[in-house]
């Protein structure tokens, strides 16, 4: 049983109050407020150096907040980080590293014992998990040599094998193709209905298909239902002038920023 | 190569069998810890700690020499300043990252000078050459030993933690929010990373350490799909250019060291042409 299971869906999931962060001399974010619910799905958009990332950081306990506070189900992230499962951009990692796909996924398992070796339990639990995410073939295969949407894939299964509650993902559609930004949406669609997601994207239309939430991070951070998501919101947010865009493919017919 | 041999056999030739005995067991950590510096990108930071080790040394000679403190040696003063400086690095990535690349530089220069200067100031002669360029044929039976031990140490502690060093080297983002205490983790990779470093002095000598600390692994990495499988191929062609090293250095009476490097370099960059060549281009 999952811990959103065991805790009554009035408790935030994710709570934030009076948030505030900056870096030295430069203010990120002031006063930020935001409760995230136990299934939710909640989409991250703003502009660049709008905060995105460092609110992240803050729910996911790397930083920690100068005013405020940042609980996860009701404890600080350090406390109760073992619950977020973290998708990270696949962009950062070097191409040459020579690792499996499984041993990648395994990872997930890490910080159940002191020494980091894994049990049958964990293994049987990281191919689980590259089956519900349809690469269990690909699970001795070399991490590098997958494309962009499997590698996003085995990631996703990766935060999946810590058995957290709540999936965070950085950018999980940049660099890859649409019809496996398609496929991608879809898992997210499954896995909400057994955890809350929060994401960080600049797909806002694709996204908003998906996502029952927008949170439009701007410094301050304001919240949206996904249907009152119109161009001049986003214009709004982004602080700039924006054209919609229909798309021809299946999944999207919303807008897309252009500059 | 046949004289190599006849020396290897040859009662009066002790030197030559340590030298044989030290390269094979002298591979296991070099290809292990050599794989890590390879995938964690921490080549230069290997290279400030060697530099490093001639303080070390220098103060280990002065003291013995002009102080008369004979319980501290130059093995012993390589130690402890390497693990200082793998302290000193690891602090720099914690607390000042942005700092890194000038604290490398600074540790890397500063060390090769303060160990100049205890040089000079050490009375009698002191020929820096062997520190700087290596001779594997001096090592002594107890270097064995100690070469041993490292072996032991090393491979323990990696055989242990493999999963851990495996995610803070791929990851040390995610490790952490995982609840690995990485900087402890990083710390102790780089601690190693100086022991294997004061060990392979003694071999190829402080300048052309990295060099076979990092070839090796690198060659391996062309071919390895894991890191397991890098480390024991590092360790496979750590041997080889050892033993290859020795043989063609003792047969046309050239030093050892220099020897090694110039096999591993020549494997490296055939390898690194025949993997531009002849592997499919991708589209």
Not at chain 2, 104 to 132: C, E, H, Q, R
Request: charged residues 15%; neutral net charge; hydrophobic residues 50%.
């Amino acid at each position: 049983m999952n811990h959103s299971e065991t805790h009554n869906r009035s408790e935030p999931a994710i709570s934030i109050t009076d948030l505030s962060f900056g870096y030295e001399d430069r203010q990120i974010l002031t006063e930020v407020n935001l409760a995230v619910y136990p299934f939710d799905s909640v989409c991250i958009v703003g502009p660049n150096g709008g905060g995105k990332t460092t609110l992240m950081k803050l729910i996911i306990g790397l930083l920690t907040p100068e005013i405020g506070e940042v609980l996860i189900f009701g404890k600080r992230p350090e406390i109760n980080k073992k619950l977020i499962g973290y998708v990270p951009q696949y962009a950062v990692y070097d191409r040459q590293f020579p690792i499996s796909v499984k041993e990648v996924v395994c990872m997930g398992r890490l910080g159940g014992n002191m020494t980091g070796r894994y049990s049958t339990e964990d293994w049987d639990r990281t191919m689980h998990v590259l089956g519900e995410v349809g690469l269990a073939p690909f699970a001795e295969r070399s991490f590098s040599s997958l494309s962009g949407g499997q590698r996003q894939r085995a990631l996703i299964a990766r935060a999946l094998a810590s058995g957290g509650d709540i999936l965070i993902l950085d950018e999980p559609t940049a660099n890859i193709d649409q019809e496996s930004e398609s496929h991608l949406f879809e898992l997210l669609g499954e896995l909400n209905q057994r955890m809350t997601i929060l994401m960080v994207t600049h797909d806002v239309g694709f996204a908003s298909k998906f996502f029952k939430r927008i949170a439009c991070v701007n410094r301050r951070v304001v919240i949206h239902p996904t249907s009152e998501l119109t161009g001049e919101l986003i214009k709004e947010m982004y602080g700039g002038d924006f054209r919609m865009i229909r798309h021809d493919h299946t999944c999207s017919s919303e807008g897309h920023r252009h500059d | 190569m046949i004289e190599f041999l006849a020396a290897l056999t040859d009662p009066d030739l002790p030197f030559v069998r340590y030298a044989v005995i030290t390269g094979i067991l002298a591979s296991i950590p070099f290809g292990i810890i050599g794989t890590y510096v390879v995938v964690r990108r921490i080549s230069y930071i290997a290279g400030a700690i060697s530099h490093c080790i001639l303080g070390g040394v220098g103060a280990g000679l002065y003291l013995q020499n002009a102080q008369g403190v004979s319980w501290f040696g130059p093995l012993h003063g390589a130690i402890v300043v390497a693990l200082l400086a793998a302290v000193v690095l690891s602090l720099v990535s914690l607390f000042a990252k942005q700092r890194e690349d000038s604290v490398i530089g600074a540790l890397w220069a500063a060390g090769m000078g303060i160990g100049l200067l205890f040089l000079a100031k050490t009375p009698g002669y002191v020929d820096p050459m062997s520190y700087l360029f290596g001779n594997i044929l001096l090592i002594t039976q107890s270097d064995i030993y100690l070469v041993l031990l490292l072996d032991i140490l090393v491979v323990g502690t990696i055989g242990i933690f493999y999963n851990t060093f495996l995610a803070i080297c791929f990851d040390e983002e995610y490790a952490g929010l995982r609840g690995v205490h990485t900087h402890w983790f990083y710390l102790v990779l780089l601690c190693l990373t100086a022991l294997t470093i004061v060990l392979l002095v003694r071999v190829v000598g402080i300048v052309m350490v990295i060099a076979l600390l990092t070839l090796p692994a690198a060659i391996a990495g062309n071919f390895a799909r894991s890191v397991r499988q890098m480390m024991v191929l590092a360790i496979l062609l750590c041997t080889i250019f050892i033993l290859a090293g020795l043989s063609t250095s003792y047969s046309l009476d050239l030093p050892s060291g220099p020897v090694i490097i110039v096999i591993a370099a020549a494997v490296y960059l055939l390898v690194a042409l025949g993997m531009k060549f002849l592997r499919p281009r991708s589209i």
